[in-house]
């Protein structure tokens, strides 16, 4: 098969303007490779190049962030090895999302979750290549509320709409990734956007504003989406979280590359003030982790 090799991220961010305060959170970032290790699935949309912890923990160095959730590529395939690996080498700072299949066990899912794991993902967006497994994705949610995980989802272009009373009944907190990939040239009044913000409302629906590069038709600090972002903030303010999405896989246009600590400035600019911020950032994840709140 052939898998064009795809960019690596910037090397050196822009430090943000706003630093923020300990203990905040990355709620979506991946590590890949190296390849002898940790082999790429053959079947792939593109190969992206190494990206390490170390490599990781410099940029959000940058950022002023010391936390993050490691979270499954579908450039890895099947296997999740390079994610526990992964946080077993900083347990003190990352948790795990995993992919899941039909064939987990309970006793498996419970080995995991004591490794760090606190989510299952399916990722069947166009750009992956992937297709939804119906009988995992049966499978793994029956199993997600005796562990108290969330389920996580990166959905296909235009599919939401369709998913809201799916959603709706779900037993456990699900998390939408990327903005669930709406168009926010449509505005306010876009079908995906009106979906979006239906599901916001939604107890158990969480919205990751990431992927500000992949979602908005504009480039930096990406306008069209702070209209968005300050919706949603009006009525899903507790289910808000942000991630840099780290390395930014599937890019092959260099102008296309975000800047991670531009995506954090774009964040703080759509969000109305500090406190606000600080929820995003690391009130909201550590509830949905089932932390204890923040002390300094």
Known sequence: ???????????????????????????????LGPQERYPYAPQRKYT???????QYFAMLKVLGIENGIVTHANTQGPD???????VA???????AVVKAGADLTLEEAQRWHQQGVRGARFAFHGMSGATLDHEAFEHVTRLLPELGWFLQLHLDDGVLPDWLSRLEQLPVPVVLDHFA???PAQGLDGAGTRALLKAAQFSNVWVRLSG??????????????????????ESAA????????????GHFDPHRMPDDGLLLEALVQCLPDEAACVQV???????????????A
């Open 238 to 249: 507790d289910r808000l979280l942000w991630g840099t999405d780290w390395p930014h896989t």
């Open 89 to 95: 080498q900083a347990p003190e700072r990352l948790f």
């Open 48 to 54: 992206p190049p190494t990206a390490t912890l170390d």
């Open 181 to 183: 990939r709406i168009d």
């Open 281 to 295: 950032l690391r009130t909201n994840p550590r509830r949905l982790l089932g932390l204890p709140p923040w002390q």
């Open 80 to 86: 999740n090895t390079i994610y526990l690996d992964a």
């Open 212 to 233: 500000f590069e992949r979602v908005s038709r504009q480039a930096y600090p990406y306008h069209d989406l702070a209209p968005i972002v300050q919706a949603l903030h």
């Open 1 to 31: 098969m052939n898998a064009p090799a795809c960019l690596g991220p910037i090397a050196t961010p822009t430090t943000p303007s706003w630093r923020p305060p300990p203990g905040c959170w990355d709620t979506i970032f991946h590590v």
